[in-house]
T-cell receptor, first 110, second 116 residues
Framework: LAKTTQPISMDSYEGQEVNITCSHNNIATNDYITWYQQFPSQGPRFIIQGYKTKVTNEVASLFIPADRKSSTLSLPRVSLSDTAVYYCLVGALGDDKIIFGKGTRLHILP | EAQVTQNPRYLITVTGKKLTVTCSQNMNHEYMSWYRQDPGLGLRQIYYSMNVEVTDKGDVPEGYKVSRKEKRNFPLILESPSPNQTSLYFC???????????????FGEGSRLTVL
């Protein structure tokens, strides 16, 4: 399983775009990149998943460069309710051990 | 409604008193897993199951048991709880394991366990 490295915490302000970068230097050919969001005392929730280039949904965008050794989760115009922990995971279909790590604690300020 | 249901949501117990945290999913998922979450340590995988009667250890299996007799249920058993098992526990399921397409994990609401 590829190891991931994310910032421990980040602060931003309401209305700004927030970019959280995840490093995964040992990503394998079959690996996908998945991001989860977790609010306090709740289970993580799937946000977005991608393999290469760019993926966008109603919540976020995921940018993956050609070498796939990193990825960036982009949250447009954040609000206070986006304060949460964000986890970057790397793994392939069939991986049985799914490791979350410590995530990035994002704090949105008014 | 598709969901993963855990019970109990909150429990205070004493050292050595066996307890079971139940987990049930209604999505016909093959893969189920248990995690514990402690401050500063993130989510750590305890046990997982690829399908009925197939279980395996995660990163922190000591002190826990699981069983998968039915596809929908994956109980977590603490035979002799100790204070270091005080934690927030999450059950999760997915159609198929891993992070590729359809590998999205669905989580329960969590069970906060305190062992005195």
């Amino acid at each position: 399983l590829a190891k991931t490295t994310q910032p421990i915490s980040m602060d931003s302000y309401e209305g700004q775009e927030v970019n959280i970068t995840c490093s995964h230097n040992n990503i394998a050919t079959n690996d996908y990149i998945t991001w989860y969001q977790q609010f306090p005392s709740q289970g993580p929730r799937f946000i977005i998943q991608g393999y290469k280039t760019k993926v966008t949904n109603e919540v976020a965008s995921l940018f993956i460069p050609a070498d796939r050794k990193s990825s960036t989760l982009s949250l447009p115009r954040v609000s206070l309710s986006d304060t949460a922990v964000y986890y970057c995971l790397v793994g392939a279909l069939g991986d049985d051990k799914i490791i979350f790590g410590k995530g990035t604690r994002l704090h949105i300020l008014p | 409604e598709a969901q993963v249901t855990q019970n109990p949501r909150y429990l205070i117990t004493v050292t050595g008193k066996k307890l079971t945290v139940t987990c049930s999913q209604n999505m016909n998922h093959e893969y189920m897993s248990w995690y514990r979450q402690d401050p500063g340590l993130g989510l750590r995988q305890i046990y997982y199951s690829m399908n009925v009667e197939v279980t395996d250890k995660g990163d922190v299996p000591e002190g826990y048991k699981v069983s998968r007799k039915e596809k929908r249920n994956f109980p977590l058993i603490l035979e002799s709880p100790s204070p270091n098992q005080t934690s927030l526990y999450f059950c999760a399921s997915s159609l198929s394991p891993g992070q590729g397409p359809t590998g999205e994990l669905f989580f329960g609401e969590g069970s906060r366990l305190t062992v005195l």
